[in-house]
């Protein structure tokens, strides 16, 4: 989808279209994915395993408030950007680069938390580290079509906030 949106800039923004429906069939596949191996092995919950289902279905309710958080800042942007794009700098962009991301990895560690099979884990850490790959490819795609972008991504962090030194007062 990023090279997509990388042609585009050149080849014309006929292209943004196909860049959506690439990421929409990868989060579609995802998902697919995710949900047949959360079906291979049928795990009863047992008495030790309730608080790994309470904080699992903790991080999935708090990655999608994160992920819909995010998602509500950019509005249509979010799923076709365009050329003359701005950068977002309200919250959440305002203190995290990729809000959305970081909701959709909390949910992915929730679920295989609450599914706890080797498959869903195996399926969560390969996406973990294909998607940490084309976030970095991305931003590389996003400072090359809005200038402001690398001044923004040297000042705010990826996925934890900075913590605030408090300012002394005299």
Same mark, same amino acid.
């Given at each position: %989808?990023?090279? @997509?949106?990388?042609?585009?800039?050149?080849? $014309?923004?006929?292209?943004?279209?196909?860049?959506?429906? !690439? +990421? +929409?069939g990868?989060? !579609?596949?995802?998902?697919?994915s995710?949900?047949?191996?959360?079906?291979?092995e049928?795990?009863?919950?047992?008495?030790s395993? *309730?608080? &790994?289902? *309470?904080?699992?279905?903790? %991080?999935?309710?708090? $990655? *999608? %408030?994160?992920?819909?958080?995010?998602?509500?800042?950019?509005?249509?942007? !979010?799923?076709?950007?365009?050329?003359?794009?701005?950068?977002?700098?309200r919250?959440?962009?305002?203190h995290?680069?990729?809000?959305m991301?970081l909701?959709?990895? @909390?949910?992915?560690?929730?679920?295989?938390?609450?599914?706890?099979?080797?498959?869903?884990?195996?399926?969560?850490?390969?996406? &973990?580290?294909?998607?940490?790959?084309?976030?970095? @490819?991305e931003?590389?795609?996003?400072?090359?079509? *809005?200038?402001? +972008?690398?001044a923004?991504?040297?000042?705010?962090?990826?996925?934890?906030?900075?913590r605030?030194?408090?300012t002394?007062?005299?």
């Amino acid at each position: %989808a990023f090279l @997509l949106r990388r042609a585009a800039l050149t080849l $014309g923004r006929w292209l943004w279209w196909p860049s959506w429906a !690439a +990421a +929409a069939g990868s989060t !579609a596949g995802f998902a697919w994915s995710f949900t047949w191996a959360w079906g291979l092995e049928s795990n009863p919950v047992s008495g030790s395993q *309730v608080l &790994l289902v *309470v904080i699992g279905w903790a %991080a999935v309710l708090g $990655g *999608v %408030a994160m992920g819909l958080w995010g998602l509500s800042a950019l509005g249509l942007r !979010a799923l076709l950007p365009q050329p003359g794009d701005r950068l977002e700098t309200r919250p959440p962009y305002q203190h995290l680069r990729r809000p959305m991301a970081l909701g959709a990895i @909390l949910a992915g560690l929730g679920a295989s938390l609450i599914v706890e099979t080797p498959a869903s884990w195996l399926c969560y850490l390969t996406w &973990l580290g294909l998607a940490s790959l084309l976030q970095e @490819l991305e931003e590389w795609e996003l400072r090359g079509r *809005v200038p402001a +972008a690398r001044a923004y991504h040297s000042r705010t962090p990826r996925y934890l906030p900075r913590r605030r030194r408090a300012t002394q007062t005299k």
